[in-house]
T-cell receptor
Framework: GENVEQHPSTLSVQEGDSAVIKCTYS??????FPWYKQELGKGPQLIID?????GEKKDQRIAVTLNKTAKHFSLHITETQPEDSAVYFC?????????????FGKGTHLIIQP | EADIYQTPRYLVIGTGKKITLECSQT?????MYWYQQDPGMELHLIHY???????EKGDLSSESTVSRIRTEHFPLTLESARPSHTSQYLC????????????FGDGTRLSIL
């Protein structure tokens, strides 16, 4: 089955700086890669996603890049703000959906220092 | 705006009680999921469903059971709660097919005394 590794487990950056979270996946059949943000006391919320036919996608201050050859994808947050502090999860979906849909990474605690 | 609702949000209850955690979605999604998560930690899939009358066990073994009698409703039941069941339980739903995002509820924080 698919295996998703996520790094780092904790990331602390100064407000206004950029943050990068990286994930690798094992199954070359994976074709969909969403990113979720989970704030304290809430469920994970989808913030951006990318499909395997695209190399990069941007939405205001966040962007995701995908390298299919190396089987890794990254989340980039620019001009970080205090409200960006949260736990971020990457995920991968195997073509055909797989029995359970998405395989998640273990999460990154992003801390924005004022 | 949440289209998937979980109740209760918090539950503190004694050992041995029967518990049902409710999950409802208004998006008409066929696939639904239950995850167990210690706050801020890894998500562990415990149950999922392809649609009405379909229930499957996930990657993490769980003593809980689920049912799917209606598309919009996917309750999780613990017949006899134990302290080891203390955790956060998250429900999610998605459309069927390739590359579908999952939409999560805000979870139930369960504490068994």
């Amino acid at each position: 089955g698919e295996n998703v590794e996520q790094h780092p487990s904790t990331l602390s950056v100064q407000e206004g700086d950029s943050a990068v979270i990286k994930c690798t996946y094992s199954d070359s059949a994976s074709n969909y890669f969403p990113w979720y943000k989970q704030e304290l006391g809430k469920g994970p919320q989808l913030i951006i996603d990318i499909r395997s036919n695209v190399g990069e996608k941007k939405d205001q201050r966040i962007a995701v890049t995908l390298n299919k050859t190396a089987k890794h994808f990254s989340l980039h947050i620019t001009e970080t703000q205090p409200e960006d502090s949260a736990v971020y999860f990457c995920a991968a979906s195997i073509r055909g959906g797989g029995a359970d849909g998405l395989t998640f990474g273990k999460g990154t605690h992003l801390i924005i220092q004022p | 705006e949440a289209d998937i609702y979980q109740t209760p949000r918090y539950l503190v209850i004694g050992t041995g009680k029967k518990i049902t955690l409710e999950c409802s979605q208004t998006m008409g999604h066929d696939k639904m999921y239950w995850y167990q998560q210690d706050p801020g930690m890894e998500l562990h899939l415990i149950h999922y469903s392809y649609g009405v009358n379909s229930t499957e066990k996930g990657d993490l073994s769980s003593e809980s059971t689920v049912s799917r009698i209606r598309t919009e409703h996917f309750p999780l039941t613990l017949e006899s709660a134990r302290p080891s069941h203390t955790s956060q339980y998250l429900c999610a739903s998605s459309e069927t097919g390739d590359g579908q995002p999952q939409h999560f509820g805000d979870g139930t924080r369960l504490s068994i005394l």
